[in-house]
Nanobody, 112 residues
Framework: QVRLVESGGGLVQPGGSLRLSCRAS????????MAWYRQAPGKQRELVAR???????NYADSVKGRFTISRDNAENTVFLRMNSLKPEDTAVYYC??????WGQGTQVTVSS
């Protein structure tokens, strides 16, 4: 059974940092691209960052230079390091695998 489980969300002040983790199980993690999406209240889900099996990355313009996606194939885990967080980064963040699976989401709230 394919499963993605996110962790690491929470409440942080503007300018702060968080690291999200997504642990995968049930398939060959290393051969699939992984991505982080987010959905803010009243808005559509949007791609935040993506990493291929070859570790090529791409980012939404709104997070370039602040967020870093990485993966640890030995631990079947993808990470999203978020620095210089802004209130507009507040959203539910979802992990996604190109095998067609989604995590349950983790809430990130940026507020003073």
């Amino acid at each position: 059974q394919v499963r993605l489980v996110e962790s690491g969300g929470g409440l942080v002040q503007p300018g702060g940092s968080l690291r999200l983790s997504c642990r995968a199980s049930g398939y060959s993690f290393s051969v699939y691209s992984m991505a982080w999406y987010r959905q803010a209240p009243g808005k559509q889900r949007e791609l935040v960052a993506r990493i291929t099996s070859g570790r090529n990355t791409n980012y939404a313009d709104s997070v370039k230079g602040r967020f870093t996606i990485s993966r640890d194939n030995a631990e079947n885990t993808v990470f999203l390091r978020m620095n210089s967080l802004k209130p507009e980064d507040t959203a539910v963040y979802y992990c996604q695998s190109d095998i067609g699976a989604w995590g349950q989401g983790t809430q990130v709230t940026v507020s003073s």
